[in-house]
Each structure stands twice: as structure tokens, then as C-alpha cells.
């Protein structure tokens, strides 16, 4: 019944849980809370702790995502702010409430429920078939075992079932929900003069001396920003594997040493029946189970083609039974220990006797078997060779970083030293403004700071070594420097007297076309240029401003034709006629109603989520350390 209520609210559980900003540990609802580190408590949610550890690991993850994201653009500077911090523990304590309120509710899944919902899940099909394969590679690369990942999947069953009531309550009004699509789907029919501001700029009559008041009164507005040119230099990662060289020698010990790492390990695929009897179950029940084990193990002796069918009516392995007991591919590991055993002594086509395990009595058939594969050399060689530099370009910038950096300090008159050590190339920069948007590496806020110091452009120091990206180090030193300077008067007059003609103009138009809808509100006749009538509507305002739309939509519906004006900011004023109102039925909107229905659905459900945290908030008291917060780590 559960799973029921969660396919039937799916949305409104996944919107709920889309508030939840980052991921969950890897270990379960009570391990979360329970295994919690106990160092500097950052905040305290109820009776546990958010400590220093949990926190710089969560930063140390959203770091990881965004730089995955971003590439080059991500700046690590951006992430060291008091704001992204308290933002990353916010969703700490929501994980912690959340996984509270999951253990106080003692909200389990059972194995049997855990099973079908992986065994159901679209992306682990094959066939039309749970695949075993697909599902060991999933959790290969989610870099778990299958106990940490089934942990998780129940964790996140645990929560979707907490989550559920909280759905259910959320459900609103479906007189609410049509009475609110209604209004946006609402269609106003509209006339639109517009009155813009270069049609009045004949009339605008400057004073001789504003250019000159503007000017000084805005003097900052008219600077040239500081200017540097700079030379640098670059240590990356990317550049020593570059340079690495790797020897055939050195491949081929590399090969025979990670031997394993080339082999594919022996497979098998199977099928079986289970005849359901606990470990701990009563005798007769276990006696039972299993002679029905071996009477149907008698069957397959004389018909071994009757397999399929056989696991089909009598296995208790609901999954496989709908594949006439098929299990897929697997490995060693892979399966309980008696049932292993006997799957990789059988030949193929062989049908095991009846064999004992945790769950019951199985009855197995041996349907497939993939021999151990080694790669060859030949085939391996290009692998290696990336694998060997990598190792070598990681060992070499380890040892590198360091010493780049006390070498660009110690000798901070000249980059050429270190260019030198390392094979690198000094590079220059074009001119470079304070405050401008700079492409890589120079839009790190820590490197620009560098070369815009004193340190740089008074004693033409080389900045210290920053990194820029994960392995990769600049530094930098300035070769030219323009402090900002005042633009003269008389070189940017024309520009000011312009601006201020325009902002005249804008004025003018505006006052015209608030003179203009008094008139019209008296039900005078206006002369103006009206643009042929249109529908508009919420959703599809056709160009309409926000504030154009609130005043078109203020409007009262029963007194039409009615006018209202809208100011365009720099550009002069609009008219609108609203002449007539069409509604529109929302069940004959159907992909537009179902969008507006969702919108309207996620609103009334982030509504419910934030009231429905308070309370738990009030339940497991959440109290903040704000000195251990700005704790940054080292």
C-alpha cells in the first residue's frame, strides 16, 4: 500500500525532496544520525551535532559539483563566503531533521520491498528483464558496495514514506487550483500606443551650464579604470603529464603487475527456484519446503526443458519466477556463498541438486558461462601509457607545487627562473582593467587582487603561486601600469548633453501621456496611433512588461473599455485600451493546463514543505554556533 501512495503522489514527493539541496550520506537513516562526529559542534539538531568534519565535507562536495559544472569559470574564491556556508548547513539541518523525525517515526523497508523496487527501477532493464549487470555496473560507479547502495536506496524509500502524509496534506483545492488557472489563462483584449521619447527631444532646451553640473557631480562615472599589463607563468598538471615521457619497459612491467586489472573474471548465468523457508523457521516448515525442493528437482531429472515454466508456478523468488527463474549474468561474490558454490561446480545446461541457503531451497540450472578474459599487452599499451603519466605528472606536480611557490617568492624580481626549472613558457597578457570581466586565469579574484597590490605594481614583485583550478598554479607579475584616470569636459560633453537630452525627452513623454489618459479616462477623443487589437494573457503576455501586465490586469473586468498607462524607463510611455475579457476554459488547455496545474501545484507543495519544517524545527530544536560556523578549514 505504501508504494501505492508513493507512485500516486510521486510529483509532490519529488518536489519536496528537490528542496532538499544536497545529497544524503551513504549509510542509512540511523547510521546518519548516530555516526555523526563529535569535534566542534557547528549547530545541534534535537539531541546530535553537525560537526566542523560534516560541514567542510558537504562544502568540500558542492565545491566538487560546481567545479564540474563550471570547468574553467568555477572560481573556489566564490565558495568561501560566510553566505555559502550558512546556505550549505541550512540543508544539513534539513537532512538531520528529516532523518530524526524518519527514526522517531521507526520507518523501515523491508527486504522484500527493497528488492522489487530495484528490480522494477527502468534503468537496471534489459530486455524487458532486470538485469544483474546493469545493476553491478550502477553500483560500480557510484563508487559503493551493494551495502552501502541498498543502504541508501532504503534510506531514500524511508524518506519518500515519510514524506508522503506530508503529500497527501499538501493536496489543495480543486476550486482553488481552476479558479487560479482560470486567471491565468484569462484573455484581455488590448489596443497600445506608445509614445517614445525621440519624438520630444525637439522640444528639450538645455541649460548652458547642466553639462558641467553632471559632470561634476558624477565624476566617478567618467574615470578610466586602473590598467596592468603582466607577465606569467603557468604549473599545471596537464602540462608535466604533457611532457612526461613512458618507456616500453615501464609499460610492460606496469602490465604484468596490475595483471588483474586486465583480466575479466569468470561469469555465470542461471536460473532458479527457491522454495521460501527462513533460517529460523519451525521444523515442519523447513521439512516441507524442502520436499517440495526435491520433488520438483525429480521433475526436472526426466524433463530439464520443463525449467522455465516449473520456476514460473512453484518460486518463491517472485522476480526471477516472472523470467522462468532467471538470475542474469554474475560473478563470484555476487550471490550467498551456498549458492555460489554450487553454481560455479555446475557444467552448462547442468541442473544442481537441491541446495540449502538463508533464504531456502533452491533448485538451480546452469544457462550460461563467459570464460576469464585477459586484455593483451598490444590492446592495453595506449591505457597504460595515460595511466603512467598521469601517476608520473601527479608525483612530479606534488613534489613541483611547493617549490614553484618559494621560488617565485624568494627570486620575486624575474618569472624567468622558474619558466626555466620547469620548461614553462612566460606569457603576456593584454591590457587588463580593475573591476572588468577577465578570461582564464586572470578571473581569479585572488590573482587579480595579486596583481592590482602595492606589492605588484610599486615594487614589480612576482605575485605568490595561486591556483587558479585543482592542479594548476600562476603566477604573475605586472611589466606596466595605468593608474584610472578622469576623462577630460570636454571629451565626453556631447555624450553628457545627450544622456541629459534623452532623459528630458523621457520626461516629457511621460508627463504627454499621463495628460493624454486623464483625457481618455473623461471619455475625450485623443488623437494617437493605436496598434490593431490583440489578446494578451498571463501566460502569454506577447512582450508585455510585468508592470504593463499588473495594470492591464487591475482593470475591473466590468467596466470596458477602460485605459491605463505604463512609464517605459528610458524610452517614453505607453497607452493601453482594454477593450473586452474572454475566458478560457482550462480542461481545453490541456498541455498548457497540466503545465500551469504543476507550477501551481510546486508553489502550494514549497508552502506546505516550509510550514511542515517549522514544526519540526519546534520538535528537535535546532540552535546554531555562529563563532565555529566561520571556521574555515585549514
Do not use: C
Not at 203 to 229: C, G, H, M, T, W
Not at 374 to 384: G, T
Request: aromatic letters at 8%; proline letters at 4%.
Amino acid at each position: 500500500m505504501f508504494f501505492d501512495s508513493v507512485r500516486n503522489n510521486k510529483r509532490r514527493v519529488q518536489i519536496f525532496l528537490a528542496l532538499i539541496t544536497l545529497p544524503f550520506a551513504f549509510w542509512g537513516v540511523e547510521s546518519y544520525v548516530r555516526n555523526a562526529d563529535t569535534g566542534t559542534a557547528v549547530a545541534t539538531v534535537g539531541g546530535g551535532k553537525i560537526g566542523q568534519a560534516e560541514l567542510q565535507n558537504a562544502l568540500r562536495e558542492q565545491q566538487d559539483r560546481m567545479r564540474a559544472q563550471l570547468g574553467p569559470r568555477f572560481d573556489p574564491a566564490t565558495f568561501d563566503t560566510p553566505e555559502v556556508r550558512r546556505a550549505v548547513l541550512d540543508s544539513l539541518v534539513t537532512q538531520r531533521l528529516l532523518a530524526e523525525q524518519t527514526q522517531k517515526a521507526r520507518l523501515t523497508i523491508g527486504n522484500d520491498q527493497l528488492v522489487g523496487y530495484i528490480a522494477s527501477a527502468p534503468n537496471l532493464q534489459e530486455g524487458g528483464k532486470f538485469s544483474n549487470r546493469r545493476y553491478e555496473a550502477l553500483v560500480a560507479a557510484q563508487g559503493m558496495s551493494k551495502e552501502m547502495f541498498e543502504a541508501k536506496v532504503r534510506q531514500d524509500l524511508a524518506m519518500q514514506q515519510l514524506l508522503v502524509p506530508v503529500a497527501d496534506a499538501g493536496i489543495n483545492s480543486n476550486v482553488a487550483g481552476r479558479r487560479w488557472l482560470a486567471g491565468q489563462l484569462e484573455q484581455r483584449e488590448i489596443g497600445q500606443a506608445t509614445l517614445l521619447a525621440d519624438a520630444y527631444l525637439g522640444q528639450v532646451k538645455l541649460a548652458p551650464e547642466a553639462a558641467q553640473a553632471f559632470y561634476e557631480a558624477n565624476r566617478k562615472r567618467f574615470e578610466l579604470p586602473e590598467q596592468i599589463r603582466a607577465e606569467f607563468v603557468v604549473l599545471s598538471r596537464d602540462l608535466l603529464m604533457a611532457q612526461a615521457v613512458v618507456s616500453d619497459e615501464e609499460v610492460g612491467k606496469y602490465y604484468e603487475s596490475h595483471a588483474d586489472r586486465y583480466k575479466t573474471a569468470e561469469t555465470r548465468r542461471a536460473s532458479h527456484i527457491l522454495i521460501k523457508a527462513a533460517k529460523d523457521a519451525p521444523a515442519a516448515e523447513v521439512n516441507a519446503a524442502k520436499a517440495k525442493a526435491e520433488e520438483l528437482l525429480a521433475q526436472l531429472r526426466k524433463a530439464p526443458g520443463e525449467f522455465a515454466r516449473l520456476a514460473k508456478q512453484n518460486s518463491s523468488d517472485t522476480l526471477s519466477a516472472e523470467r522462468g527463474g532467471d538470475l542474469d549474468w554474475f560473478g563470484r561474490g555476487a550471490m550467498v556463498k551456498p549458492f555460489e558454490e554450487a553454481v560455479f561446480a555446475l557444467k552448462e545446461g547442468q541442473i544442481s541438486d537441491v541446495v540449502r541457503s538463508d533464504f531456502g531451497f533452491h533448485v538451480i540450472q546452469l544457462t550460461g558461462l563467459r570464460k576469464e578474459q585477459v586484455k593483451p599487452l598490444a590492446e592495453a599499451k595506449a591505457e597504460i601509457v595515460a595511466e603512467l603519466k598521469r601517476e608520473s605528472a601527479t608525483k612530479r606536480y606534488s613534489e613541483a607545487a611547493e617549490a614553484f611557490g618559494n621560488m617565485v617568492y624568494e627570486q620575486s624580481d624575474s618569472l624567468k627562473p622558474a619558466a626555466d626549472k620547469w620548461n614553462l613558457k612566460v606569457a603576456q597578457t593584454p591590457w587588463l582593467a580593475r573591476g572588468a570581466t577577465l578570461q582564464p586565469p586572470f578571473d581569479n579574484r585572488k590573482l587579480l587582487g595579486a596583481l592590482f597590490s602595492d606589492d605588484a605594481i610599486k615594487n614589480k614583485r612576482n605575485t605568490e603561486a595561486v591556483e587558479v583550478a585543482p592542479g594548476t598554479l600562476v603566477s604573475a607579475r605586472v611589466v606596466e601600469h595605468k593608474p584610472a584616470e578622469l576623462r577630460a569636459f570636454e571629451a565626453v560633453r556631447a555624450d553628457i548633453e545627450k544622456h541629459l537630452a534623452r532623459e528630458e525627452a523621457v520626461k516629457l513623454a511621460a508627463k504627454d501621456g499621463e495628460e493624454k489618459l486623464a483625457r481618455l479616462a473623461k471619455g475625450e477623443q485623443v488623437s494617437l496611433s493605436w496598434m490593431p487589437p490583440r489578446y494578451i494573457s498571463r501566460v502569454d503576455p506577447q512582450g508585455q512588461s510585468a508592470e504593463a501586465l499588473r495594470a492591464i490586469y487591475r482593470v475591473d473586468a466590468a467596466k470596458m473599455p477602460a485605459y491605463v498607462g505604463v512609464a517605459l524607463p528610458g524610452a517614453g510611455y505607453t497607452l493601453y485600451r482594454v477593450a473586452s475579457v474572454r475566458a478560457v476554459d482550462p480542461a481545453k488547455e490541456d498541455v498548457r493546463g497540466r503545465m500551469l496545474g504543476q507550477q501551481y501545484a510546486r508553489a502550494v507543495s514549497e508552502e506546505e514543505f516550509a510550514a511542515w519544517m517549522a514544526t519540526l524545527r519546534d520538535a528537535y530544536p535546532v540552535t546554531i554556533n555562529k563563532a565555529a560556523l566561520e571556521v574555515k578549514e585549514r
